[in-house]
């Protein structure tokens, strides 16, 4: 089966600039989540969606990000304005239930962003 | 915060069995303990994951305590395609939450 989509996978823009990301989860995945992963550390969790309504986005910063997951299939991230420290992959991943501890995350091949 | 600790890298020669401890002493009765790898430049790849018993599959075996505080990931024949990051995850409430891993650097 074909696994998690990505685009773009590299994007470099200047601070306060917009960008957006583009996420195709595996068909017939409910959940899908978006991390973020800068140098050296390991994912850390934005948001969640379950079909096309939001489970958590208590680690999103608000201010600046937005997401969305319209009929519940695509998703898209979008940065606006960005900062530096904003640098970082954005890794999309899908699981087919309800993102309970027996259902297991596919991860895409992660955007990388660079912010000037 | 992760719930887990592991060694920051290991080194294992081609062929060999590679161990990666992982500690998780506050570990629930109801947590799953959760093993990814990241290639370079990949994403995230599932591995194994387990509650209390022993866990096989066709990549690795995964070794839980009887006091489920910590376990070990195996890897029965590294190849140098297994070079990677490899995260331990102690299932929390409802999310991963990843630490940094150990990175197992597999040599000729």
């Known amino acids: 089966e074909a696994g998690v989509a990505q685009s773009p996978r590299y994007k470099i823009i200047e601070k306060r600039q917009s960008v957006a990301f583009w996420c195709n989860p595996i068909?017939?995945?409910?959940?899908l989540y978006w991390y973020q992963q800068i140098l050296g550390q390991g994912p850390k969790l934005l948001i969640q969606f379950q079909n096309n309504g939001v489970v958590d986005d208590s680690q999103l910063p608000k201010d600046r990000f937005s997401a969305e997951r319209l009929k519940g299939v695509d998703s898209t991230l979008k940065i606006q304005p960005a900062k530096l420290e904003d640098s970082a992959v954005y890794l999309c991943a899908s699981s087919a239930g309800g993102a309970g501890p027996t259902d297991t995350q596919y991860f895409g091949p992660g955007t990388r962003l660079t912010v000037l | 915060d992760a719930k887990t600790t592991q060694p920051p890298s290991m080194d294992c020669a081609e062929g060999r069995a590679a161990n990666l401890p992982c500690n998780h002493s506050?570990?629930?009765?109801?947590?799953?303990v959760y093993w990814y790898r990241q290639i370079h430049s990949q994403g995230p790849q599932y591995i194994i994951h387990?509650?209390?018993n022993n866990e096989t599959n066709e990549m690795a075996s995964l070794i839980i305590t009887e006091d489920r505080k910590s376990s070990t990931l195996i890897l029965p024949h590294a190849t140098l395609r297994d070079t990677a990051v490899y995260y331990c995850?102690?299932?929390?409430?409802?999310?991963?939450?990843f630490g940094t891993g150990t990175r197992l650097q597999v040599f000729p």
């Open positions: 387990g509650l209390k």
């Open positions: 506050t570990i629930s009765g109801n947590e799953y």
């Open positions: 068909s017939g995945h409910a959940t």
């Open positions: 995850i102690v299932w929390y409430g409802d999310k991963l939450i």
